[in-house]
């Protein structure tokens, strides 16, 4: 066995099945090519039935398996036929990687400004689909016995609390604590359930939603001193996936270059 068939090996993930939500850009797209360039089978779900389509192509050529599956994760029907698809077309379902999320066209609005419509809007893509998605993917798995692993996207928006992030960050928040009791009801079944916490991150979420000025700043504060890239977040959901994390359950990883760490650091950032 060379290095590399023995490094494939300790992760596991070779021949496994995944499906990855909102794979059509940014982080859920890097998180589907690189489960796929360790011989993972993915399916690339977003509601952009055509950005999902790009990225399976990306992974195809790159002589990787793929299918794309375009899918609303918020309406029930989409997300159980995503599951159905993902079964019948790759053989199983070992890995979710429940990603789809943000605050796209909403942008923020201030506490006291914020319209039911925009709560419940907020709340729904960002909580209620994480939980909708995670109650069919499981059944599935529990179907066929397999066992699995879920990966809950939350945010570092659900951890620190940020100005104008009040209903993302109550549904962030409410992922990590969704994560937890996900993970002690489903644990005794066979499946894990983790999160990750992408700190601010370069996709294009972020372009449509900050401003330079405020990017610049989150950078210039963060220990690490700069922003991250969607391929940061790749490392961690391998490690979920594989069987690496066999005895991690119920954890959330931020990972946001130590700015969760560093409260207070802001009005020293030019030291
Ligand atoms: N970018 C950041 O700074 C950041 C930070 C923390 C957490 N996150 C979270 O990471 C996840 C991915 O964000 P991103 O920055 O890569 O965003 P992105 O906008 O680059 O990609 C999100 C993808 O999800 C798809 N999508 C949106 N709504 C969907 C729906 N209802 N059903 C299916 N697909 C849908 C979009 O079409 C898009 O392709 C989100 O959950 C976001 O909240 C992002």
């Known amino acids: 066995m060379d290095r590399e ?12 099945t995944a499906l990855v939500s909102g794979a059509g850009n940014g982080i859920g797209r890097v998180c589907a090519l690189a489960l796929a360039s360790l011989g993972v089978r993915v399916a690339v779900v977003d509601i952009d039935a055509e950005a999902a389509r790009s990225v399976a192509d990306e992974i195809t050529s790159a002589g990787d398996h793929a299918i794309a599956i375009g899918a609303d994760v ?8 995503m599951v159905d698809a993902t079964v019948e077309s790759l053989g199983g379902l070992d890995i979710c990687v429940n990603n789809a999320g943000g605050m796209l066209e909403h942008k923020r609005s201030r506490f006291l400004d914020a319209t039911p419509e925009f709560i419940e ?9 994480v939980f909708r998605c995670g109650q069919i993917e499981a059944r599935s798995m529990l179907e066929r016995k397999t066992g699995g692993s879920i990966i809950n996207v939350s945010s570092l928006g659900g951890i620190r609390a940020v100005r104008g992030v009040n209903a993302y960050g109550a549904a962030k928040a409410g992922v990590i604590q969704l994560t ?86 802001i009005a020293r950032a030019k030291t």
Do not use: K
Request: one cysteine or more; glycine letters at 10%; hydrophobic letters at 40%.
């Open 5 to 16: 068939d023995s490094e494939h090996s300790i992760l596991g993930l070779d021949g496994r």
């Open 74 to 81: 918020r309406q029930s029907d989409d997300a159980q036929r």
């Open 121 to 129: 809007d907020m709340l729904d893509l960002n909580l209620g689909a």
């Open 180 to 265: 937890r009791t996900m993970a002690v009801e489903l644990g005794p079944l066979g499946i894990r359930t983790n999160a990750i916490a992408p700190g601010t991150t370069l996709t294009r979420a972020v372009d449509d939603t900050t401003a330079a000025r405020a990017l610049e700043t989150t950078a210039a504060v963060n220990p690490l001193r700069r922003l991250a890239h969607p391929e940061d977040m790749a490392g961690a959901v391998i490690f979920l996936a594989s069987d690496l994390s066999r005895y991690v359950n119920g954890q959330c990883i931020a990972i946001d270059g130590g700015f969760e760490a560093s409260v207070g650091v």
